[in-house]
């Protein structure tokens, strides 16, 4: 069954909340660095549209597929470096924070490598993630293939 179109529904309140989406790109905190945090958080909730979304924009921002392919696995991979580690613990943790409660470790890991405004923006942007992702993902908004 097809669902409600949201934008349709609502184009005032999406508009608004599209504004605020967009500025983010005037935040301090690097822009590669916020797709990648994106990416994942839309991994972990399973929202196809918003990660075929981020994953364009980091590659277009400079990311390299393979850390991208290795994002599932930022652990263990040696492609990412603890200051990013440390953001996408953050953003995990905001994102299952029923199970996380934000813990403790995770934010000192953010405080660590970022300054206030930019703990700010990043929680922001993972909060910004996790509603688009409930929202695209809900009424299962799918991305559109690439024409070759």
């Not at 934008?7 to 983010?24: K, V």
Request: glycine letters at 4%.
């Amino acid at each position: 069954m097809k669902r409600i179109d949201y934008f349709e529904a609502q184009p005032e309140m999406i508009t608004q909340l599209r504004e605020l989406t967009q500025a983010q790109a005037h935040f301090q905190l690097d822009g590669k660095l916020r797709a990648l945090v994106e990416l994942r958080v839309s991994q972990i909730n399973g929202c196809a549209y918003c990660t075929d979304l981020h994953a364009r924009e980091a590659r277009t921002l400079g990311e390299v597929q393979q850390r991208l392919d290795s994002l599932p696995v930022w652990r263990e991979s040696p492609f990412f470096d603890a200051r990013e580690k440390a953001a996408l613990a953050w953003a995990e943790s905001l994102t299952l924070i029923s199970q996380t409660h934000a813990a403790d470790t995770e934010y000192d890991g953010v405080r660590k490598y970022f300054s206030d405004v930019e703990v700010v923006e990043l929680s922001l942007a993972i909060s910004l993630a996790n509603f688009w992702n409930r929202l695209a993902g809900g009424f299962r908004r799918l991305p559109s293939p690439i024409k070759t």
